[in-house]
């Protein structure tokens, strides 16, 4: 049996479930620790992943609920491009990562979890990041509470983005 230690899920199972776009609700009670909601701007917000790949796993999303890449207003595209500058500055400042992996996952059988809600995902990445444990065991480790991380990277944000 694999057990793996990770507080926050029990936060996330016993909360009471959303109607609705999960990522949608989260960004509209704004920046907050509870959601994991490092930033909110006029078109588009900064996430942390509950169910983060790696350590510091971030999510850009625009605020408009939309799947619809190819739709997205220039506005938006300049926007959601300066948060993810923003996320790679504010996560070297925090966390000092020698690489990083951004990505999209659209449609569902593109790999997308919330499949109605485009989102990038920013990973930072080290030498040896990928272990034996994740390899052979097929477990990942991710070595700090959420809310540590989040407490970590909000001041960053502020002083970055307002």
Not at 36 to 54: D, I, K, S, T
Not at 69 to 79: M, T, Y
Not at 140 to 155: G, M, N
């Amino acid at each position: 049996m694999d057990v793996l230690w990770a507080p926050w899920r029990m936060e996330y199972i016993v909360h009471p479930k959303t109607e609705g776009c999960v990522l949608c609700a989260a960004i509209e009670r704004g920046a907050n620790r509870e959601d994991f909601v490092l930033h909110v701007g006029p078109l588009g917000a900064v996430v942390m992943n509950r169910f983060p790949y790696g350590h510091g796993h971030l999510m850009v999303l625009p605020r408009r609920h939309t799947a619809d890449f190819a739709g997205l207003a220039r506005e938006e595209q300049a926007e959601l491009s300066d948060l993810l500058r923003a996320c790679t500055e504010v996560l070297s400042e925090a966390m000092y990562p020698q690489g990083f992996n951004l990505g999209m996952n659209l449609g569902q059988v593109g790999g997308a979890g919330i499949v109605d809600h485009l989102h990038w995902h920013i990973l930072p990445r080290w030498p040896g990041d990928v272990n034996a444990l994740a390899l052979i065991c097929e477990v990942k480790s991710i070595p700090e509470h959420l809310a540590v991380t989040y407490d970590k990277l909000r001041p960053l944000f502020v002083k970055r983005l307002g």
